[in-house]
């Protein structure tokens, strides 16, 4: 079968690829579409450490092919949507409600794929630049089949970590004030969420003015090209300043264009080793630096909410699929994604 394998050195489509069946607990899916998220991109760059050989790919919706002993939530042929997340559900955290702090289910990939013979690894416990990949029985939510799938592939990252940052970990209020630095894909999610959660203010800033339309489409109130006019919109600062691209210089700028009891929340990811400084006096007045990882998300209950949302006309997600391209395309894909010329491109199979 087909997929996108990274050796280290060079990425590629192979054709030879193999994926062993689904043991106890997990479920085979024949991938129908999958977004090009800017955490693969990282993982070519250096920026995510990763083992190699992998295969890439970790934003994707398909069909379940075949299921392992135990699992009854899924079925063959229910559409699914897949999330990276594959936690224990029985530690204290997944107890909890917070299954993106489960230690089962960080930094332990799997091999279950392989290549003339040798294991291949799995990315984000997903891979979904493959035909079929097998995940946890708890990464497949099942979906309604009238949602598109190359629209359904992008809830498991971009919407899950966009719209979770608002709802779950920044907990956006309606009246508030937020700001948004950064409109890619996370960003846009980051700004319709703002919108659901009832936002007066939602302010998007981003360096390329061709993006205003699409920013504002998804919620945006207000667009600047940099952060230098932030105070002229929100004189006092923002209540919620979300940071998209995962540039230290941003994050600095996002403390500090914050309001009293305002929270800075940090989604891009910049190098492993890279530092952020600000004043610590700018924090006394009851503001916070949060972290957010996969939106603190739910998937099993937010997928299904957010898949609810898409079919009552208030989550965008076709919107957020700019092009699509054959598995073969990858590289145009990845020069198109780089290049910032989509909001999401989306590989088929």
């Known amino acids: 079968m087909r997929g996108v394998i990274y050796d280290g050195k060079q990425v590629r489509v192979a054709d030879d690829l193999e994926v062993r069946d689904p043991g106890p607990g997990e479920v085979l899916v024949a991938v129908s579409a999958a977004g090009l998220c800017h955490s693969d991109l990282s993982v070519l760059d250096g920026t995510i450490p990763f083992p190699v050989p992998v295969v890439l790919g970790h934003e994707g919706a398909g069909v379940v092919e075949a299921v392992g002993a135990g699992v009854g939530h899924v079925v063959p042929g229910d559409h699914v949507a897949l999330s990276t997340l594959a936690n224990c559900g029985t530690c204290a955290d997944c107890d909890r409600g917070r299954p993106t702090m489960c230690r089962q289910a960080i930094?332990?990939?799997?091999?279950?794929?392989?290549?003339?013979?040798?294991?291949?690894?799995?990315?984000?416990?997903?891979?979904?630049?493959?035909?079929?990949?097998?995940?946890?029985?708890?990464?497949?939510?099942?979906?309604?089949?009238?949602?598109?799938?190359?629209?359904?592939?992008?809830?498991?990252?971009g919407v899950l970590t966009g719209l979770g940052a608002v709802l779950n970990r920044a907990r956006?209020?309606?009246?508030?004030?937020?700001?948004?630095?950064?409109?890619?894909?996370?960003?846009?999610?980051?700004?319709?969420?703002?919108?659901?959660?009832?936002?007066?203010?939602?302010?998007?800033?981003?360096a390329n003015p061709e993006k205003e339309a699409m920013a504002r489409r998804f919620g945006a109130t207000d667009f600047l090209t940099s952060t230098e006019g932030v105070r002229d919109v929100l004189p006092t600062g923002a209540d919620h300043a979300f940071e998209c691209v995962g540039r230290v210089e941003l994050i600095r700028a996002a403390i500090d264009l914050l309001d009293r009891h305002g929270q800075a929340i940090l989604l891009g990811v910049p190098p492993a080793t890279a530092e952020a400084s600000f004043k610590v006096s700018s924090l006394f007045l009851d503001k916070a630096i949060l972290g957010c990882r996969y939106g603190s998300s739910r998937p099993q209950h937010d997928i299904a909410l957010y898949a609810e949302l898409y079919r009552q006309g208030r989550l965008l997600l076709d919107e957020l699929v700019t092009a699509t391209y054959p598995v073969e395309d990858f590289e145009k894909a990845r020069s198109d994604a780089e290049a910032g010329r989509v909001a999401r491109g989306v590989l088929t199979f």
Do not use: H, M, W
């Open 107 to 157: 930094g332990r990939p799997g091999r279950p794929f392989s290549r003339d013979g040798r294991p291949v690894y799995q990315f984000a416990a997903n891979s979904a630049f493959a035909e079929r990949t097998v995940v946890k029985a708890v990464q497949a939510v099942r979906i309604p089949k009238d949602i598109p799938l190359p629209s359904a592939a992008l809830i498991g990252c």
């Open 172 to 206: 956006v209020d309606r009246g508030d004030s937020v700001l948004v630095i950064g409109t890619g894909g996370i960003g846009l999610n980051v700004l319709q969420g703002a919108r659901i959660a009832g936002a007066l203010r939602i302010v998007a800033v981003d």
